[in-house]
């Protein structure tokens, strides 16, 4: 029993008022299916089920896409930009306002701890919106032409590991720039998004600028396949957004996608030992590992190999698993079962193939879906857990000796989405950050996102930028 | 006690060389890692424990050019009594006062297990010569003193003479040792070095003094004399707190921590067990390895510790002011 | 300031008009005061008559607040600045009555220029964390080294306020320096100041730290000069400064090579300068005349 046991310290569910079921958003209201499908959405923390959830069919898609589109002709495009610029500036302030209210939701829906919607997804989200509001009038200056257009109706479809996050990533650089949008939100986590509805209705934006359609892959891939959508966005698998790309290929629509990755954290010898560890574990454990650019790998020069591992695994011993809704949990629950077992199978393939598997010693919850924080040792290049995208709390670690070798070993993978480097020496920093083919680089930090920052991957992790005046590019016709 | 280079006399460069190998520490990261930590919500019965232990660490501190014998007086009596209204309050860790003090802080505290910490060495600049600064440790410990608080010279420290204020605490640590009047629980007296970390500004100084202070002989490393704005922070104890664990580690010696001045709530002091629980580890848990220095924190300590057991707010007509 | 509008045999409670400085309403040090009236000649308040000595303070508080003001994120400046639009928006109908009184204009023309001020702060709210976007720049050198630029704020910026436009001018002026991180000391329209009086009240009570804007009351060609020549003021924008007066502040200005804004018009070109047009959009000209560029080198290699 440790000296100073943390007691409970659960965050109310007190404030959040969930339905019994939602409907569709569409055209500014709520809707159910056209042929009154839904599902249920669960905690994957507990297994309860929190709501029941419309299923979009392809007539609602229809129905969704054509309210965009009025919306945009008669609406939208007609505005003055600075008024839209202030719906976008109110959206924001009402998520300011209901922020605690997200973020227990987020972490209900999701099963992330709380700590980490209610300190980094939810005031990144009012960030965004809040940082695009200022974009709109001023179009002008963002380097793209004295008159940019927009380019009308946007199909977007985001994942389940940040939901509320990459709903703003997607709409409120979609709104800023002049269009409408039609967004689809993961099946395990629409939640926020249909609150976000609400928020829409609160700050009175137009019907149709914004609709959010519930569904699952059939309801996605009717969206992106839609031929009244001008614009596709996707956030998510590599294999899907392949599948994208082809289906977009005959057409006209502009797409932007970001996918997986499969990030190296380059620690040197000299590097500031505490603050590489706490990169280390923010890379990897941060989100269960549900991290698009997590550094997964983590290539640490060989001759501070020992000191480096030693300092993590006792680092890791002090990670707190559990309940997401107490505000001491650090790791919180895998998302969903299926991802449970990729996660689970991928490390036995590990295990399978050689490599050494540690975990600290961690009780898992009997009920819903948990993983222990995991590194595998020993592990290089060749293995299948060095190539392949987890998408879970696991870490493997290799050796290098020069910076040339990490280089190599660190693009030696067809993603290409981030990167972090650990050393104290400036030079040095800025030769890795030169020759790293990433989108992100972090260095001596790591999982540093901000509104201003453009973030997207090199290769198979995708096109397009997201935030930052390069964000823009995507919504716009240019 | 074995140390990684030779350090002796005549060896400065392999001192400084040592010093200066040791791993930075990024500013950015380091803070953010107090933050979270600051983060972390510590209610019911771990708040309970925390207060309690909290206080059970306070090193009550009068350190004014003010003080008299009434003052002293009356601060004994409250680090034996903390509570009036409650009994079951914990006792403070130690009592600390100017060396002129201590044998009255010495006398009001017989036998109450209370330590006796005197500041010396020309506290708190520490500008003097070393025969000074040697007379006023001895003169601390002869008045019954059991633990010395002695401060590095921040200007050699500074200027990278290094082997000097090493020096300075091996020739301090040596009178405190060899003390014929000792009288206290431990085997000898104990010596805190503090390294006024306000004044060396940057956590790559804060750690480079605390290995410094440790190789030569510290029992304790503490913060700050008090009288020097930025007093203690969560990020310098955290670098403090990881020093302490690695040196342990590679020399098998436990040094303690002390944090004093700047901490006044009761939210603070448990934000810093919370620091050493997740830093150093449950070991340094204990008042012999964690110190606070403070004053009006206790009252506060007192204060949220009766809200726990009564329920309801209190004031501070409840609590006496020393 | 005419009886505002109360019930009928009820006296209004009158507003005294003070000046704004390091967060704080002082009246004037030199205990003078000065008759404000409406555009018919008929009496509104007295306003402070603000002294050299006034003035002085005013950049004192500014230089104090720099510090904290540049070193604050651009996402913050930009929240600050957005609640001031929060409130101003609040008090929408106070401001069109006071512009009306102070400019003589219609209802709707009132409420026109109150509202293009209020957005006009809105549009400057939102350049806090972009104006570095747009103006910073990697540059490729040719060698082996990163090079980037940096737009920092200049420090404290005097402004001489528009005459004529008591508020959507004085927002226009003002708004650009402290959104790119200086702190300003404001000279207010000698003839219409009280509209920028109110405009302080609602700095008061916003989230933007004491200093950050201080705004002065008086003749402007009593106290401009001493801010011309005010050897800890990094820049001035001489919009409000009559002609012949603003030749000889630039001149003063000189001593310690502020930068220089004049007004969109040649000052040397027409006896009658044509008055800026507040109404149209602002462009960068302000906000890049109180940014240094920094330039900063580091090598690449292993």
Redesign the interface.
């Known amino acids: 029993m440790p000296k100073f046991e943390y007691a409970p310290a659960p965050e109310s569910r007190a404030i959040v008022s969930l339905r019994e079921s939602y409907g569709l958003f569409i055209n500014g209201e709520f809707t159910p299916s056209a042929d009154g499908r839904a599902f249920k959405t669960i905690s994957p923390a507990t297994e309860e089920v929190l709501a029941e959830v419309a299923e979009a069919s392809p007539a609602d898609v229809d129905r969704a896409v054509a309210a965009a589109r009025r919306a945009y002709e008669r609406t939208w495009s007609v505005l003055p930009a600075r008024e839209r610029g202030k719906y976008l500036f109110r959206i924001a302030r009402i998520i300011q306002e209901r922020s605690r209210e997200l973020a227990v939701l987020e972490s209900l829906d999701n099963g992330k701890p709380i700590r980490e919607s209610r300190d980094v997804d939810i005031p990144l989200v009012a960030a965004h919106f809040f940082y695009h509001a200022g974009w709109a009038d001023k179009l002008e200056y963002a380097g793209y032409g004295p008159a940019p257009k927009p380019l009308g109706v946007a199909g977007q479809v985001i994942p389940w590991n940040f939901p509320l996050l990459m709903l703003a990533w997607k709409i409120a650089p979609a709104l800023a720039c002049g269009n409408t949008v039609v967004l689809k939100p993961a099946e395990t986590t629409p939640l926020t998004a249909l609150t976000f509805a609400e928020i829409c209705q609160q700050a009175d934006l137009p019907p149709g600028v914004v609709n959010i359609l519930t569904g699952a892959g059939d309801t996605g891939k009717a969206l992106v396949t839609h031929p009244g959508i001008d614009k596709v966005a996707f956030t998510g698998s590599t294999e899907v957004g392949k599948e994208i790309a082809r289906d977009c290929a005959p057409t006209r629509k502009k797409v932007t996608l970001e996918l997986g990755g499969k990030a190296a954290n380059i620690v040197f010898e000299d590097a500031p030992v505490d603050q590489a560890v706490e990169g280390i574990v923010n890379g990897i454990f941060f989100n269960q590992g549900h991290v698009c650019c997590a550094g997964s790998r983590l290539l640490v020069q060989e001759s501070v190999y020992d000191q480096v591992l030693a300092s993590l695994q006792r680092r890791l011993a002090t990670l707190r698993l559990g309940d997401p809704l107490d505000k001491n949990t650090d790791v919180g629950a895998i998302n969903s079962a299926a991802q449970l077992a990729k996660i689970r199978e991928l490390s036995e393939v590990g295990e399978a193939e050689g490599a050494q598997r540690w975990s600290p010693p961690c009780e898992l919850p009997v009920k819903g879906f948990w993983f222990p924080p995991t590194v595998f040792t020993g592990v290089s290049q060749a293995h299948r857990i060095a190539r392949e995208e987890i998408f879970g709390p696991v870490l493997s670690v290799l050796t290098f000796r020069t910076p040339a070798e990490a280089v190599e070993k660190a693009n030696n993978t067809p993603y290409g989405l981030s990167a972090g480097v650990w050393t104290d020496k400036g030079s040095r920093i800025l030769w890795m950050a030169a020759r790293l083919r990433a989108g992100v680089v972090w260095a001596n930090t790591f999982n540093k996102f901000d509104p201003s920052s453009p973030f997207g991957g090199y290769k198979e992790s995708g096109y397009g930028r997201e935030g930052g005046r390069h964000g823009l590019e995507a919504y716009l016709d240019v | 006690m074995s140390a990684p280079v030779d350090i002796r006399a005549g060896a400065g460069s392999s001192l400084r060389e040592f010093l200066h190998g040791l791993p930075g520490v990024d500013q950015v990261g380091a803070e953010a890692r107090a933050a979270m930590l600051a983060s972390r919500s510590i209610k019911t019965t771990a708040k309970q424990w925390a207060l309690d232990m909290a206080i059970s660490m306070i090193d009550l501190t009068t350190l004014e050019g003010q003080d008299t014998p009434g003052k002293v007086r009356a601060i004994c009596a409250k680090a034996k009594r903390p509570d009036p209204a409650d009994p079951t309050a914990p006792q403070v860790a130690a009592v600390c006062v100017y060396p002129d003090l201590a044998h009255l802080a010495a006398a009001e505290v017989r036998g109450t297990g209370i330590h006796v910490a005197s500041v010396a060495t020309a506290f708190p600049s520490g500008r003097t010569s070393l025969e000074v600064k040697l007379a006023d440790a001895k003169y601390a410990i002869d008045a019954g003193a059991d633990e010395v608080d002695m401060v590095i010279d921040r200007g050699a420290f500074l200027a990278g003479d290094y082997q000097l204020v090493y020096d300075e605490i091996a020739a301090v640590r040596e009178v405190v040792e060899s003390s014929a009047t000792f009288s206290g629980s431990a085997g000898r007296a104990h010596l805190k070095v503090i390294l006024e970390t306000g004044e060396l500004v940057t956590l790559d100084n804060v750690r480079r003094a605390s290995w410094l202070a440790m190789l030569a002989g510290a029992d304790f490393i503490k913060t700050s004399t008090g009288k020097v704005s930025p007093a203690a922070t969560l990020p310098v104890t955290l670098v403090m707190l990881e020093a302490v664990r690695d040196f342990r580690a590679t020399h098998g010696r436990q040094v303690g921590v002390k944090p004093a001045g700047g901490i006044r709530t009761a939210k603070d002091a448990i934000r810093y067990l919370v620091l050493v629980n997740e830093t150093a580890g449950e070991d340094w848990l204990d008042p012999d390895w964690f110190r606070i220095g403070a004053s009006s924190l206790l009252n506060d300590l007192l204060m949220q510790r009766t809200k726990l057991a009564t329920g309801r707010y209190s004031g501070p007509d409840y609590f006496t002011l020393d | 300031m005419s009886d505002t509008a109360t019930a009928p045999g009820r006296l209004a409670v009158r507003k005294t008009y003070k000046l704004y400085i390091g967060g704080a309403f002082p009246r004037s040090e030199s205990g003078r005061s000065y008759v404000v009236t409406d555009h018919k000649g008929g009496f509104l308040a007295n306003a402070a008559l603000a002294s050299r000595k006034d003035a002085r303070d005013a950049v004192v508080a500014a230089r104090r607040a720099f510090a904290g003001w540049s070193a604050a994120t651009?996402?913050n400046r930009?929240?600050v600045l957005?609640r001031v639009a929060e409130l101003l928006e609040g008090r929408r109908a106070q401001f069109i009555a006071e512009v009306r009184a102070a400019e003589g204009l219609g209802a709707r023309q009132g409420e026109a220029v109150v509202d293009a001020a209020i957005?006009r702060w809105?549009?400057y709210?939102?350049?806090?964390?972009?104006i570095a976007?747009?103006r910073g720049a990697s540059n490729p050198v040719a060698g082996p080294f990163?090079n980037f630029s940096l737009p920092e704020p200049t420090g404290v910026v005097a402004v001489i306020a528009p005459e004529a436009s008591s508020l959507l001018g004085f927002v226009s002026v003002v708004a650009p320096a402290v959104v790119t991180g200086n702190t300003v000391v404001a000279l207010a329209s000698e003839r219409c100041p009280l509209p920028a009086v109110s405009l302080t009240e609602v700095l008061a009570t916003s989230d933007v730290p004491g200093g950050v804007i201080n705004v002065l009351t008086g003749r402007t060609a009593e106290v401009a000069p001493w801010l011309a020549s005010h050897m800890d003021v990094n820049a001035i924008d001489l919009t409000g400064a009559p002609d012949s007066l603003a030749d000889d502040l630039a001149v003063a200005a000189a001593e310690n090579l502020k930068r220089v804004v004049r007004p969109a018009a040649e000052a040397r070109a027409a006896e009658a300068r044509a008055a800026e047009d507040w109404t149209q959009p602002p462009g960068?000209k302000r906000m890049l005349a109180y940014l240094e560029t920094k330039t900063v080198w580091?090598?690449?290699?292993?």
């Open positions: 651009a996402y930009g929240q957005y957005d809105v549009w709210a939102g350049w806090a964390d972009k976007q747009v990163f960068l580091h090598p690449t290699g292993t």
